[in-house]
């Protein structure tokens, strides 16, 4: 059974740091890219970085370009963001989400059940 | 940065009638990479149609997506009482990567 299980979110400061984490199993982590995607709360999905499987490649969304850092580790299938700089618009659910990916039952993507991140004073 | 513009915004149905969901690209999007999500109260979205028509697994074949370059369709043809929610268009083939900003299916 694949899982993707999201950690590290909670309360902080505007101008402070957290570091989300994602521990994924039921597939090969070090043969896929991965993606953090968020949900501010009432509203839509938006993307915020990307990593290909080595970790080569990585980009980010604007809103959080310089401020986040995404980064995994093969070796712990495990996947991570960086929060720095804090704001009250970063305020969310984060999501780690895998690209699509075939398996024996078929083709479909995998989803983390979200980490609440409140920044407020 | 490619725009997802998804219309309407709410559409009211009822149980049985077909729905029919728009997503227009700001620039052309290679089908490979459009995809469609639904999303209910406290879930994670959960992925129906990728490649723009092809649907993941486990998704009922009342669910299809057509469209390519500009103008993507996501059509459920008789809703199900579990199909009113969220559903958001994805493309994920250029950088960065972008979602419409949601069609609400509700009951009518």
Same mark, same amino acid.
């Given at each position: 059974? &694949?899982?993707? &299980?999201? $950690?590290g979110g909670g309360l902080v400061k505007?101008?402070? $740091?957290?570091?989300l984490s994602c521990a994924v199993s039921?597939?090969?982590? $070090? %043969?896929? %890219?991965?993606?953090?995607?968020?949900?501010? =709360?009432?509203?839509?999905?938006?993307?915020? %970085?990307?990593?290909s499987s080595s970790g080569k490649y990585i980009f980010y969304a604007d809103s959080v370009k310089g401020r986040f850092t995404i980064s995994r580790d093969n070796a712990k299938n495990s996947l991570y963001l960086q929060m720095n700089s804090l704001r009250a618009e970063?305020?969310? &659910?984060?999501?780690?989400? $895998? =690209?699509?990916?075939?398996?024996?039952?078929?083709?479909?993507?995998?989803?983390?059940q979200g980490t609440l991140v409140t920044v407020s004073s | 940065e490619i725009v997802l513009t998804q219309?309407?915004? *709410?559409?009211?149905? @009822?149980p049985g009638e077909r729905a029919t969901l728009s997503c227009r690209a700001s620039q052309g999007v @290679? @089908? @490979?990479?459009?995809?469609?999500? #639904? #999303?209910?109260?406290? #879930? !994670?979205?959960?992925?129906?149609?990728?490649? !723009?028509s092809s649907r993941a697994t486990g998704v009922p074949d009342r669910f299809s997506g057509s469209g390519s370059g500009t103008y993507f369709t996501l059509t459920i043809s008789r809703l199900e009482p579990e199909d009113f !929610?969220?559903?958001?268009?994805?493309?994920?083939?250029?950088?960065?990567? *972008?979602?419409? #900003?949601?069609?609400k299916v509700e009951i009518k």
């Open positions: 059974e &694949v899982q993707l &299980v999201e $950690s505007p101008g402070g $740091s957290l570091r039921g597939f090969t982590f $070090s %043969s896929y %890219s991965m993606n953090w995607v968020r949900q501010a =709360p009432g509203k839509g999905l938006e993307w915020i %970085s990307f990593i970063d305020t969310a &659910v984060y999501f780690c989400a $895998s =690209p699509t990916i075939t398996m024996i039952q078929g083709v479909t993507d995998y989803w983390g | 219309s309407p915004g *709410t559409l009211s149905l @009822s @290679s @089908s @490979s990479y459009l995809g469609w999500y #639904q #999303q209910k109260p406290g #879930q !994670a979205p959960r992925l129906l149609i990728y490649g !723009a !929610a969220v559903y958001y268009c994805h493309q994920y083939g250029t950088s960065p990567r *972008t979602f419409g #900003q949601g069609t």
